[in-house]
């Protein structure tokens, strides 16, 4: 049965950081491309990036590109996402995504919570 496991959310001041975790089971986790994806207060889904399945290659939206850094253990069946520079605007719910066939998302995790406030 796949699984993907989100972790590492909290409260983090402004300008501050937080490295959010993915565990992944169930699948051949170094076979598919992983994103995160998040959810604002309010808002509709936002796609975060994405990694390769090497973790040679990521792809980030231009309101987190310079301060996100995507990153996966294949040994480990587990993805990251380092944040830093954290902003009001990051706040959301973040989700975990394996990308399936024919370019689905098809796997979600449960969430993890990001609140950035001072």
């Known amino acids: 049965q796949v699984q993907l496991v989100e972790s590492g959310g909290g409260l983090v001041q402004p300008g501050g950081s937080l490295r959010l975790s993915c565990a992944a089971s169930?699948?051949?986790?170094?076979?598919?491309?992983m994103y995160w994806v998040r959810q604002a207060p309010g808002k509709g889904l936002e796609w975060v990036g994405g990694?390769?399945?090497?973790?040679?290659?990521?792809y980030y939206a231009d309101s987190v590109k310079g301060r996100f850094t995507i990153t996966r253990d294949n040994a480990k069946n587990t993805l990251y996402v380092q944040m830093n520079s954290l902003k009001a605007e990051d706040t959301a719910v973040y989700y975990c995504?394996?990308?399936?066939?024919?370019?689905?998302?098809?796997?979600w995790g449960q969430g993890t919570q990001v609140t950035v406030s001072s």
């Open positions: 995504v394996r990308l399936g066939s024919w370019y689905v998302y098809d796997y």
């Open positions: 169930g699948f051949t986790f170094s076979t598919y491309w």
């Open positions: 990694i390769n399945t090497g973790g040679g290659t990521a």
